[in-house]
Nanobody
Framework: QVQLVESGGGSVRPGGSLRLSCTLSGDDMFSTYIMTWFRQAPGSQRELVAS???????HYGVFVKGRFTISRDSAHKSMYLQMNDLDPADTAVYYC????????????????WGQGIQVTVAS
């Protein structure tokens, strides 16, 4: 069974930075997955933060505005999200997802999810 575990969340002040990590275990298929970060704030819909494909194709949510960088490391079966210039609007639970690539927009429908990790941006 595929498992995804997030780490690196916490509380930061506006303008601060966090680096989220997601590590996959349970199979040897990491390099075949589109890896994704979603987030969900209280009272809001889940939204795609960023994704990175097998071949390094990257998408960001429109709200990212150059502040975040997604990356992946096949050797460690891990994905990362470097978040800079954080704003209170970034406060949410962040979820790691792994999506099998069935074609366009597969990143929006991961088959596997992490448990989520809290990111809080406040003074």
């Amino acid at each position: 069974q595929v498992q995804l575990v997030e780490s690196g969340g916490g509380s930061v002040r506006p303008g601060g930075s966090l680096r989220l990590s997601c590590t996959l275990s349970g199979d040897d298929m990491f390099s075949t997955y589109i890896m994704t970060w979603f987030r969900q704030a209280p009272g809001s819909q889940r939204e795609l933060v960023a994704s990175i494909s097998t071949f390094g194709i990257i998408h960001y949510g429109v709200f990212v505005k150059g502040r975040f960088t997604i990356s992946r490391d096949s050797a460690h079966k891990s994905m990362y999200l470097q978040m800079n210039d954080l704003d209170p609007a970034d406060t949410a639970v962040y979820y790691c997802g792994a999506a099998r690539n069935f074609g366009p927009h597969s990143r929006r429908h991961p088959q596997y999810w992490g448990q989520g990790i809290q990111v809080t941006v406040a003074s």
